[in-house]
């Protein structure tokens, strides 16, 4: 029987995991928006910055499932970063066309965006919220990363971007190493 089990918290890294960049070295500041133009910023030479395809409606279903969001990156460019975030606008929940597009920056609860380990990084969300570690999961396109396992928190490493099946399997892999948590939220059979 399958499970609908989130962690508490999930964490992205950015570059090349939610946007298809370097924003400490593919982007040049100031960042514009043209009107409400839809998950789409430009840079000083008109270069684009916008989060893969699926990722929208990724960061919809966390929030709706009440998951707490949490940027992670190691980037130098930390307020480039923070403004892109601030600027690109996300689309309406898909069946829900009515609601309004908010910043990507209101999707995420903490922003752990500057440069260092991300031991660092993970050690500071846990401090801040007290969400403990086997409770999160953690996308990032580096291998190195994986080095948070170290603390509990499942990694799962993304090579072209985060999107749907990417995303399953990082659940899927997040609930593997946590079954019984995954069990305990089965209803129960005889109810």
């Known amino acids: 029987m399958a499970t609908s089990r989130l962690p508490k918290l999930v964490a992205f890294d950015l570059d090349y995991t939610l946007w298809p960049l370097w924003i400490d070295s593919h982007?040049?500041?100031?960042?514009?928006?043209?009107?409400?133009?839809?998950?789409?910023?430009?840079?000083?030479?008109?270069?684009?910055?916008?989060?893969?395809?699926?990722?929208?409606?990724i960061l919809h279903r966390l929030r709706a499932a009440g998951v707490v969001i949490a940027a992670c990156s190691?980037?130098?460019?930390?307020?480039?970063?923070?403004?892109?975030?601030?600027?690109?606008?996300?689309?309406?929940?898909?069946?829900?066309?009515?609601?309004?597009a908010m910043p990507a920056i209101g999707f995420f609860d903490q922003l752990e965006i500057y440069p260092g380990s991300k031991i660092t990084h993970f050690k500071q969300l846990h401090k801040k919220t007290g969400i403990p570690y086997s409770e999160m999961?953690?996308?990032d396109d580096e291998l190195r990363n994986r080095n948070v396992e170290s603390l509990g928190v499942t990694f799962h490493l993304v090579s072209r971007g985060?999107?749907?099946?990417?995303?399953?399997?990082?659940?899927?892999?997040?609930?593997?190493?946590?079954?019984?948590?995954v069990l305990d939220a089965l209803p129960d059979a005889a109810t």
């Open 162 to 181: 985060v999107n749907n099946t990417c995303f399953e399997r990082g659940l899927e892999s997040w609930r593997a190493k946590h079954l019984e948590k």
């Open 27 to 57: 982007v040049s500041s100031p960042l514009e928006r043209d009107g409400d133009t839809l998950n789409e910023v430009h840079d000083k030479y008109g270069d684009t910055v916008a989060f893969y395809h699926e990722v929208p409606q």
């Open 74 to 100: 190691r980037t130098t460019a930390t307020v480039l970063a923070r403004r892109a975030l601030a600027l690109l606008l996300l689309p309406p929940k898909a069946g829900n066309p009515e609601s309004p």
């Open 137 to 139: 999961l953690f996308f």
